[in-house]
């Protein structure tokens, strides 16, 4: 059971991944430009249809991983100690303070994009959007990596 808990939490943050990752370079480019490369195809998205997916696909995936959490206490966080890998289980502390100030970002990352937002808003669309982009690649690394440390060291 856990395993397939372990494979639906990546394959929720793979998705969020890229909601978030689409979101943001389109809201990281300067201009519209005419779609002639891929990159330009890649930022050219509608940015505002991202918004509601993305908020769901994060709780959804922060209450997964909260789900798997007792478990990686018991078996991953105890076999790091043994180990004496003190930056890894830093490196997940800092990744569960990550995913809660994701979680208390999602208020006003939804304000900010809600529909008939004022225009003035558009440089806190793209920090919030860069910064819940960058909050969800660093706890998708960081977990794959602390996943895949339990199984190098049997």
């Keep these: 059971m ?13 998705g969020l991944l890229g909601a978030l990752t689409h979101q943001a370079f389109s809201v990281a480019r300067a201009s519209a430009s005419a779609k ?3 990159v330009d195809r890649f ?3 509608s940015s505002p249809a ?3 997916t993305i ?3 994060f709780i959804v995936t ?3 991983g909260g789900l798997l959490y007792p478990r990686y206490r018991i078996d991953v966080r105890t076999t790091l100690e043994d180990l004496q890998l003190r930056a890894a289980n830093g490196i997940f502390e800092i990744k569960e303070h990550f995913a809660a100030v994701g ?3 999602l208020p006003v990352y939804w304000l900010a994009w809600r529909p008939g937002a004022a225009a003035e808003y558009v ?3 793209k920090y919030l959007t860069w910064i819940l982009a960058f909050l969800a690649w660093w706890n998708f690394l960081v977990g794959e990596v602390l996943n895949n440390i339990k199984g190098l060291f049997p």
């Design 2 to 14: 856990i395993q397939v808990l372990v494979i639906v939490h990546a394959l929720l943050a793979v």
């Design 36 to 38: 002639h490369n891929i």
């Design 43 to 45: 930022r050219g998205v």
């Design 50 to 52: 991202f918004t509601n």
């Design 55 to 57: 908020i769901i696909l």
């Design 62 to 64: 922060s209450i997964c």
């Design 103 to 105: 979680l208390g970002l």
């Design 123 to 125: 440089a806190t669309r």
